[in-house]
């Protein structure tokens, strides 16, 4: 449940000496009246209590870092003066009125606190020029993080152990999505995701994962990123038009396959699926080198057996994807559980 809204005056101008800094486009740029909510009972506690209290204002002193950007919107870094951190995901445009925005909010975050898979939402904000949710931060950053910045510099950023975790932890977050959660919640469907991709996929550093931004697909209005973000885009950022826009679960396990072809195969391999399809015999056999990381016997079949997942997941036709259930059963079939 959400506590009671707080109202905050945060006409505030940083004093010399202040640890602070502004970065072009980002939340800092703005002091104005707004209204915060806040979420009682996770385990990110503001001010040590679960009345946990904060202000616009302390957000514009903390320290502030974009970590990406996308259609939706910005992620930002936020190191408050006492040291706690949290990721701000800041909207460019939302599609609903304040009222609106906070009966959804609470919605989403009532699921997320559910759920040890997906990233929890602490508090939120909706002014008139800006509006934003503030998550929990992972310092290992996103799968995308990983495997970019290994790719980079040439090495493996995850062994193969650490992959097939972390695409178990994704699958478990859609399931509950899919299955736990009830379909509609007056003006929001609640069993879709509707962003799944590596970017939002979250690593703890004992490498589970956790999925960001479940549902804030239903806050936003798209937006084409800028012309100079698109010449230069950050090592995390995935090409989007591999990936499936249309919010329902038949798009999730679309997108999920993606993931795992990224795992897999590399980030060329989620382009080449109908090469790979084509290929997959003779991948089985060894005829052609798939797979990005060495693979011994075992970690191979494993291999393949995700690979007819990522296959079957992202297959043209909607109707004849997997469901979550399915994913999650294949999975299980060759992995020992704990």
């Given at each position: 449940m959400l506590s009671r809204a707080l109202e905050a005056k945060p006409r505030w101008s940083p004093r010399h000496g202040d640890n602070f800094s502004c970065k072009s486009g980002s939340i800092l740029e703005y002091s104005e009246d707004c209204i915060v909510g806040f979420i009682d009972d996770l385990p990110l506690i503001f001010c040590g209590n679960s009345e946990s209290r904060l202000t616009l204002r302390e957000v514009l002193r903390g320290s502030v870092a974009v970590m990406g950007e996308s259609r939706l919107g910005m992620t930002e870094k936020v190191v408050l003066l006492e040291g706690k951190i949290y990721a701000v995901k800041r909207f460019r445009r939302v599609s609903v009125g304040r009222r609106e925005f906070?009966?959804?909010?609470?919605?989403?975050?009532?699921?997320?606190?559910?759920?040890?898979?997906?990233?929890?939402?602490?508090?939120?904000?909706?002014?008139?020029?800006?509006?934003?949710?503030?998550?929990?931060?992972?310092?290992?950053?996103?799968?995308?993080?990983?495997?970019?910045?290994?790719?980079?510099?040439?090495?493996?950023?995850?062994?193969?152990?650490?992959?097939?975790?972390?695409?178990?932890?994704?699958?478990?977050?859609?399931?509950?999505?899919?299955?736990?959660?009830?379909?509609?919640?007056?003006?929001?469907?609640?069993?879709?995701?509707?962003?799944?991709?590596?970017?939002?996929?979250?690593?703890?550093?004992?490498?589970?994962?956790?999925l960001s931004e479940y549902g804030l697909a239903q806050l936003a209005e798209y937006e084409e990123v800028s012309d100079t973000w698109q010449q230069k885009p950050p090592p995390q950022q995935e090409p989007e038009s591999i990936y499936c826009d249309k919010f329902c679960q038949q798009s999730d396990i679309y997108n999920f396959g993606i993931i795992l072809l990224d795992m897999l195969g590399g980030s060329k391999a989620t382009s080449l699926r109908h090469c790979i399809e084509e290929k997959n015999e003779e991948i089985r056999r060894g005829g052609i080198e798939f797979f990005e990381i060495s693979l011994e016997r075992k970690a191979r079949q494993q291999a393949l057996k995700v690979l007819d997942i990522a296959l079957a997941c992202t297959n043209k036709l909607p109707e004849a994807r997997l469901s979550i259930e399915q994913v999650l059963k294949y999975f299980g079939d060759f992995i020992i559980k704990k």
């Open positions: 906070r009966k959804r909010v609470e919605k989403l975050a009532e699921v997320s606190q559910k759920c040890q898979y997906i990233v929890p939402i602490a508090a939120y904000l909706y002014s008139k020029r800006i509006k934003f949710v503030v998550c929990g931060y992972y310092p290992m950053g996103s799968l995308a993080d990983l495997l970019a910045g290994g790719r980079e510099f040439g090495h493996t950023a995850l062994g193969w152990k650490q992959r097939l975790r972390i695409a178990l932890d994704i699958a478990q977050a859609i399931a509950f999505i899919h299955v736990e959660c009830p379909p509609y919640e007056k003006n929001i469907q609640m069993n879709v995701h509707g962003n799944i991709k590596a970017s939002n996929v979250m690593i703890n550093s004992n490498f589970s994962a956790c």
